[in-house]
């Protein structure tokens, strides 16, 4: 925690992209994305100095996420600094509404739908087009790469290789297995066994964005199997004290934000009914739920070491390809071992203020990069 506040209190910038498409360059925003100019925000003998070479950099960001800066201040930061920022709409030819530098984007609705919808799919197809056709356009992140972040089966299968490149951080992830269709029902119990899995379990979708995939259950015993509804991960539950540490990435940068988490239970089978809860209320800042009341006394668990989560954020850049991305730990409270649960895409970055300066810190250096370096093609190291 130390070493990410250190790592941002030197950049004094602020970015005015926005995570609620409420951008501070706009004067009003419908569901609908819109493309305005960040001087549109101010009247004609008002508007701060913009340098001669203005970058501009597309933004195409989920509305219901708040913004956590002041508007006003955001667009005089990022137009002191050239950054011309604009909102794309996707229903609209892309060519018109660039050139862009970097596009920054939270496609994951689209790509979801894309795979039932055929205007998703249509709208996607535009998007890799006009990526495909401006190669000097970088992404953030390329779709390649958020795209196994949707799918719990590609992410949890990164996770797993963690204790093998972390090994001397003592980073793991806990034994998962995968359940495809309700015809692996019939064998699970056998494979629950022979894969290392430990009752108590948690059941989480397979799709991981959208409302459902924070649906997720707590199993206790092999007769409680049928519970779970394929496509799904079972995942043995490990006690942690019901304390989830969410570590944001931003580029070379990483925060580590403390939030309720679940109740310590007994290990092993048991005969208690199968728990059904929804993540997403367990472990916002503001959640109280019996599920996340200690039952007993217990010492505080020691923080994560900085140094183990700057070699988990940095590794995980290099195996996703990606730049912005959140990442679930908790402590193991037999073993203080830092374990691995879930890897978030585009995570909201609730409770770090320092979110907005840092994107912009990070797209400046990408833009600042040597050529070479700088891969546009929307590949794995385009948002690195």
């Known amino acids: 925690m130390d070493r990410s506040a250190q790592s941002t209190q030197?950049?004094?910038?602020?970015?005015?992209?926005?995570?609620?498409?409420?951008?501070?360059?706009?004067?009003?925003?419908?569901?609908?994305?819109?493309?305005?100019?960040?001087?549109?925000?101010?009247?004609?003998?008002?508007?701060?100095?913009?340098?001669?070479?203005?970058?501009?950099?597309?933004?195409?960001?989920?509305?219901?996420?708040?913004?956590?800066?002041?508007?006003?201040?955001?667009?005089?930061?990022?137009?002191?600094?050239?950054?011309?920022?604009?909102?794309?709409?996707?229903?609209?030819?892309?060519?018109?509404?660039?050139?862009?530098?970097?596009?920054?984007?939270k496609l994951s609705d689209v790509i979801v739908e894309a795979e039932h919808d055929s205007q998703s799919?249509?709208?996607?197809?535009?998007?890799?087009?006009?990526?495909?056709?401006?190669?000097?356009?970088?992404?953030?992140?390329?779709?390649?790469?958020?795209?196994?972040l949707l799918d719990r089966f590609a992410s949890y299968g990164i996770m797993s290789k963690l204790h093998n490149s972390l090994r001397d951080w003592r980073i793991c992830s806990p034994p998962y297995l995968e359940v495809h269709s309700a015809a692996d029902l019939s064998s699970i119990e056998q494979t629950v066994t022979t894969r290392g899995l430990s009752f108590p379990l948690i059941c989480k979708t397979r799709v991981a964005h959208g409302s459902l995939s924070h649906e997720m259950s707590l199993i206790f015993s092999a007769g409680s199997l049928a519970d779970i509804h394929p496509p799904c991960v079972l995942q043995s539950f490990v006690n942690h004290g019901a304390v989830l540490h969410k570590v944001f990435v931003v580029g070379d940068k990483y925060f580590c934000v403390e939030r309720p988490s679940l109740k310590n239970f007994p290990s092993g089978p048991c005969d208690r009914k199968t728990i059904f809860f929804n993540s997403h209320q367990v472990s916002k800042p503001e959640s109280s739920s019996d599920l996340t009341a200690l039952d007993e006394q217990m010492p505080c668990l020691p923080p994560p070491s900085s140094q183990a989560v700057a070699a988990l954020a940095s590794e995980l850049r290099v195996q996703l390809g990606m730049a912005l991305f959140g990442v679930d730990v908790i402590i193991n409270i037999h073993t203080h071992t830092l374990t691995v649960i879930d890897i978030n895409i585009f995570p909201g970055y609730e409770g770090v203020p320092q979110f907005f300066s840092s994107l912009l810190s990070h797209i400046k250096s990408v833009l600042d990069a040597p050529p070479q370096t700088t891969q546009t093609t929307g590949g794995p190291s385009a948002g690195l």
């Open 10 to 105: 030197h950049v004094p910038l602020s970015l005015s992209l926005s995570l609620s498409l409420s951008l501070c360059v706009c004067v009003c925003v419908c569901v609908c994305v819109c493309v305005l100019s960040p001087a549109a925000a101010w009247p004609q003998h008002t508007r701060p100095h913009v340098r001669p070479h203005v970058r501009p950099q597309g933004g195409l960001l989920p509305q219901r996420q708040e913004a956590q800066e002041d508007e006003p201040g955001r667009v005089c930061r990022v137009l002191a600094h050239g950054v011309e920022v604009v909102e794309i709409d996707l229903t609209q030819p892309l060519t018109p509404q660039g050139p862009f530098n970097v596009i920054v984007h």
């Open 121 to 148: 799919q249509q709208l996607l197809a535009n998007f890799q087009s006009y990526v495909s056709s401006h190669p000097g356009t970088v992404l953030l992140d390329p779709l390649p790469a958020m795209t196994q």
